[in-house]
């Protein structure tokens, strides 16, 4: 029996492509968008939007982009991490003087 995994452009969230294959992602032309991008399993971006509906507070989920949001949901998704594995700096005193802040992530 063959297991079959779905995959979604993560550019336009708008295709899903199935493989008979299960990886954390694969890179394609989406037939939507038309971008050469990553289609993300299904069950990395599950987790992804569990974590963007209900993020922890340790995380500084609104400042981390969206790679590194995506990182954190395949890395607990797909391997045996949990959410106290990461750690998030905040560079506070930069933020102050730029507006801006910049979240590193580190597992």
């Not at 890395?75 to 979240?103: C, N, P, Y």
Request: aromatic share 8%; with cysteine; hydrophobic share 30%.
């Amino acid at each position: 029996m063959s297991h079959s995994s779905k995959y979604r452009c993560i550019t336009c969230m708008d295709e899903t492509v199935t493989r008979e294959f299960d990886v954390s992602h694969l890179s394609r032309t989406c037939g939507v968008c038309g971008e050469f991008d990553r289609f993300v399993n299904t069950v990395v971006i599950e987790r992804f939007n569990e974590l963007d509906a209900d993020p922890p507070p340790h995380l500084h989920w609104e400042q981390l982009d969206r790679l590194r949001k995506f990182l954190i949901a395949e890395r607990l998704s797909r391997r045996d991490h949990t959410i106290d594995d990461f750690e998030v700096a905040v560079d506070d005193d930069e933020a102050e003087q730029t507006g801006k802040s910049e979240a590193n992530t580190e597992v």
